[in-house]
């Protein structure tokens, strides 16, 4: 059977959506945020061989991969390829689901995060998610923030946990928008506003990598601008690797762009390069718009 053929309808091969104009444009802002980028950087994840199977069925296969320290890396690819599971296995988020299985390794900082001595809550911290959906606690805006701070004992008086709350929602780009309502809740806020505190959520508890699974497929246009624009801030301070089926938006926020197909890392690589000159078939026919 064809690969083609396996795949649901919506998933079969549709008829080239860009057109050469919109090409252009991605070219054009891959080259800017690389002409954004630091030239090098460390490694901050790095995984071999890494497996996942859900029960007796395998979703990712072997895959080696890099992430660099400070920049953003988007892991793109059609639907069920395996981009969420792979973003999930870098903070140990797939131990939550009963039936899934991650072999291979994978280091932060070259220390195996699956090692028996590795406190899940701790590491969590250090490698924090932001979700598809905004998802605050059913919590004041101050408290959704505050929560995190306080249950890992990183602040121990109330000046301290108002500082911690007040630059993490400056980080988050958000301060000046809820200043004046910080009891109000969390959910009172927009989609963009609640992404965003979900994002100073993330940053309170003070990560060195924010995982976020296509945070912006809930919001509309522009608070997907403003988030946007809040990636490119935080790649100063922290490593980001994000879920994204925008082209676009893989090409405007990132400088490493992974392109996953069927389980498997098809390629990997800088952003300007992956979108001008990609090494792999898949990869020319996935951004032009082939199939996916
Ligand atoms: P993507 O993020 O690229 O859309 P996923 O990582 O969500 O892909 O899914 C990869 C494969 O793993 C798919 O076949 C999907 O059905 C399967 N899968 C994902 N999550 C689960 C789960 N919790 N239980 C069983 N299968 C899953």
């Known amino acids: 059977m064809s690969e083609d053929s396996m795949r649901s309808p919506a998933q079969r091969i549709e008829p080239a959506r860009l057109d050469h104009e ?12 690389a002409q954004r980028a630091p030239d090098e950087a460390r490694v901050k ?3 071999r061989e890494v497996a996942v199977f859900y029960g007796a069925k395998q979703a990712l296969f072997d895959v080696d991969l890099d992430i660099r320290e400070r920049m953003v890396t988007a892991l793109i690819g059609p639907s069920g390829c395996g981009k969420s599971t792979y973003l999930r296995c870098l903070n140990r988020m797939n131990d939550t689901i009963d039936i899934a299985r991650v072999t291979g390794r994978i280091e932060l900082d070259g220390e195996d995060i699956y090692e028996s001595g590795i406190d ?5 911290a250090r490698v924090g998610m932001v979700f ?7 919590k004041s805006i101050f408290e959704n923030v505050a929560y995190g701070p306080r249950i890992h004992g990183l602040a121990a008086t109330k000046a301290e946990i108002q500082d911690i709350v007040e630059k993490s929602l400056k980080r988050a780009g958000l301060f000046e928008e809820v200043k004046d309502r910080l009891n109000e809740p969390g959910t009172s806020l927009s989609g963009g506003q609640q992404q965003r505190l979900c994002i100073a959520r993330a940053i309170a508890v003070g990560p060195e990598v924010i995982l976020m699974d296509e945070p912006c497929s809930a919001l509309d246009p522009i608070a997907t601008a403003r988030v946007e624009e809040l990636i490119d801030e935080l790649r100063q301070n922290y490593t980001i690797v994000i879920v994204t089926h925008s082209m676009q938006q893989a090409a405007r926020v990132s400088q490493r762009t992974a392109m ?3 389980g498997n890392l098809v390629e990997e690589g800088p952003t300007d390069r992956m979108f001008t000159n990609p090494r792999e078939r898949k990869t020319q026919d996935y951004i032009t718009g082939r199939f996916g």
């Open 22 to 33: 919109d090409r252009e444009e991605l070219v054009a802002e891959a080259r800017a945020a």
């Open 45 to 47: 994840v790095k995984t």
């Open 120 to 124: 899940v809550v701790e590491l969590r």
């Open 132 to 138: 598809q959906k905004p998802n605050p606690f059913p």
């Open 260 to 262: 996953f197909h069927l």
